[in-house]
């Protein structure tokens, strides 16, 4: 039996509905690809990888890919993707790492840090005016939302070493 099920074997699931996970699933899911097609996305000709990409460049600029795709919670060569379309658009620049030849660091350009205001500027009231006064929602989904992804942690073994069963 792997880690994973034992874990799963010992927990309570008197209160445990299958199918409630799956609501939540498909509804994040269509929470996704709406806010995707939302008016903002849509003028800024932005997809959400490439606006997350953004976010996570300006929070910390100067990321190689392999950093980029770890925030992302992505693979390197979907983190690849992303960062090559920013930089087509001009929105990102990829530079050779001064400690290192063999990386690139990639930081937000002045049009991307402009076209990522005018975008957050737009989400920031739409968001906000739809969610009727309960911005602190957002806290408590994110919450819940660390403690599902605990669901799909990988498991480590004796050896520190992701075991059967993650990622």
Known sequence: MSSVEEVSASAPQEDFNIEDLADI???MSRFLTRFA?????????????????????KAKPGLSNKQFAKLLGTTV?????ISDALKRAELISVDQSVEDARTHSMNVTAAGAERLSELNGKLVPLVASRL?????????????LIRLLR?????????????EGGE
């Open 151 to 163: 669901v799909v942690a990988p498991v480590k073994n004796a050896q520190g070493n992701k075991a």
């Open 37 to 57: 097609g939302t008016t903002p996305f849509t003028e800024a000709h932005l997809g959400l990888a490439e606006w997350l990409g953004l976010m996570t460049l």
């Open 25 to 27: 699933v498909a509804s």
């Open 77 to 81: 060569q979907r983190a690849a993707q």
């Open 132 to 144: 009727g006064g309960r911005v602190g929602a957002l806290k408590g989904t994110r919450r819940n």
